[in-house]
């Protein structure tokens, strides 16, 4: 086994936009070990987009599984029996309370293997406080089996650390930040020329606190008259969330304010691009990829304490915008009316956060020295 080149699992719910951000990580994760001459392996469940989505992954086995029984436990027993057949040094699970902890958990027993867990911040308290009688079930039905049997929890921040810790009794942990391409071109210099435009991109979701950020954009409105911001708001989500949106810009009817629907490729890179500043005022992350996205971008955030990234406020890269309404307005005229000089040192604060943080290559260091020693470690 020791001979071969590393050979990792890399299992989900998801393998489509469903996922979100997990879905990305996904995708980041095994382009990263394609780089490092590792051999990944992808499992998830089969939905409505995953092989739309599939072109995602390149070269990279993808293997779906048929989902039994209720879509949101997401159990399925052939993708179990895939995981035992394909041979991995690793297992590493992206995503928690569905079935697909089960199956790691009954793999990891199978093999007697390492096994990795990424909760990508499902431990947030936000997120604990909420569905907790389906939480409940999932703990004693197989997450907690499933916490006890993991060698290695990966937390994406010190916060998300904490979180683990509390909610798993677990201490062996290693930090390591998502990685995200530093090859997005910078906007040139008439971009200040353009039109002020605030760009939202993500799940449509409560926790996302979307209406919140509406209403920060109605108050610079009312201010501002007729030089107030656009307001783009892109993403996907549950059809009901979805419809609320749309009612609620409907009614307000002002054409600067849009929701376009969910961005991919191009699209996206457009929409970060050519934004001013992008905002996520959030109840509740693990470590959102849209904002690395936009600081490799040379884009300004406006984002609460919630996303986790406090260097960016620290560097520049970021204004503090809270959850509420008054804080968030206030945030996002700051970085619409700040001088071009001060937005330069803004976009090279932001880039260079991310060259020496969130690069691919500082990033696949840490994971293959994780995953390396995972596999030289016997299990405890």
């Given at each position: 086994m020791r001979g071969r080149r590393l050979r990792v699992g890399l299992l989900s719910p998801w393998a489509s936009r469903l996922g979100g951000g997990?879905?990305?990580?996904?995708?980041?994760?095994?382009?990263?070990?394609?780089?490092?001459?590792?051999?990944?392996?992808?499992?998830?469940?089969?939905?409505?987009?995953?092989?739309?989505?599939?072109?995602?992954?390149?070269?990279?086995?993808?293997?779906?599984g048929r989902v039994r029984g209720p879509a949101q436990i997401g159990y399925s027993f052939d993708l179990g029996r895939k995981l035992v057949d394909a041979e991995l040094d690793v297992l590493h699970l992206h995503g928690i309370w569905m079935a697909t902890s089960?199956?790691?958990?009954?793999w990891a027993a199978a093999t007697d293997?390492?096994?990795?867990?990424?909760?990508?911040?499902?431990?947030?308290?936000?997120?604990?406080?909420?569905?907790?009688?389906?939480?409940?079930?999932?703990?004693?039905?197989?997450?907690?089996?499933?916490?006890r049997r993991a060698t290695l929890f990966h937390?994406?921040?010190?916060?998300?650390?904490?979180?683990?810790?509390?909610?798993?009794?677990?201490?062996?942990?290693?930090?390591?930040?998502?990685?995200?391409?530093?090859?997005?071109?910078?906007?040139?210099?008439?971009?200040?020329?353009?039109?002020?435009?605030?760009?939202?991109l993500g799940r449509i979701h409560r926790k996302k606190n979307i209406d919140a950020l509406i209403d920060a954009?109605?108050?610079?409105?009312?201010r501002r008259g007729d030089t107030a911001p656009a307001l783009t708001i892109a993403g996907w989500g549950d059809a009901a969330d979805v419809a609320a949106l749309r009612q609620r810009i409907d009614a307000i009817a002002d054409q600067r304010l849009s929701f376009v629907g969910p961005v991919y490729g191009?699209?996206?890179?457009?929409?970060?691009?050519?934004?001013?500043?992008?905002?996520l005022p959030s109840h509740s992350e693990g470590l959102p990829m849209v904002v690395l996205e936009s600081w490799a971008a040379g884009v300004p955030t406006a984002i609460s304490r919630h996303c986790n990234l406090?260097?960016?406020?620290?560097?520049?890269?970021?204004?503090?915008?809270?959850?509420?309404?008054?804080?968030?307005?206030?945030?996002?005229?700051?970085?619409?009316d700040e001088?071009?000089?001060?937005?330069?040192?803004?976009?090279?604060?932001?880039?260079?956060?991310?060259?020496?943080?969130f690069s691919p290559t500082v990033v696949l260091d840490r994971w293959m020295e994780t995953y390396e020693r995972q596999r030289s470690e016997r299990r405890p």
């Open positions: 997990v879905f990305e990580a996904v995708v980041s994760q095994a382009a990263t070990l394609r780089a490092a001459g590792a051999e990944p392996v992808v499992f998830a469940l089969e939905d409505a987009h995953s092989a739309a989505d599939r072109y995602r992954f390149g070269d990279t086995t993808l293997h779906l089960h199956l790691a958990a009954r293997r390492p096994y990795v867990i990424s909760p990508h911040g499902m431990l947030d308290p936000w997120i604990t406080a909420h569905g907790r009688a389906k939480k409940l079930a999932a703990r004693i039905g197989y997450e907690r089996r499933s916490w937390a994406l921040t010190a916060a998300e650390a904490a979180d683990i810790r509390r909610e798993t009794g677990r201490e062996a942990i290693e930090i390591i930040p998502n990685a995200v391409d530093i090859g997005l071109a910078d906007r040139d210099g008439n971009a200040r020329e353009l039109p002020a435009r605030i760009a939202y954009w109605q108050l610079l409105a009312r191009e699209a996206k890179r457009r929409l970060i691009e050519g934004a001013t500043a992008l905002a406090p260097e960016g406020f620290a560097t520049g890269a970021a204004e503090d915008c809270g959850t509420e309404a008054d804080p968030i307005a206030h945030a996002l005229a700051v970085l619409i001088s071009e000089e001060a937005r330069q040192r803004r976009r090279a604060a932001a880039r260079e956060l991310v060259a020496r943080r």
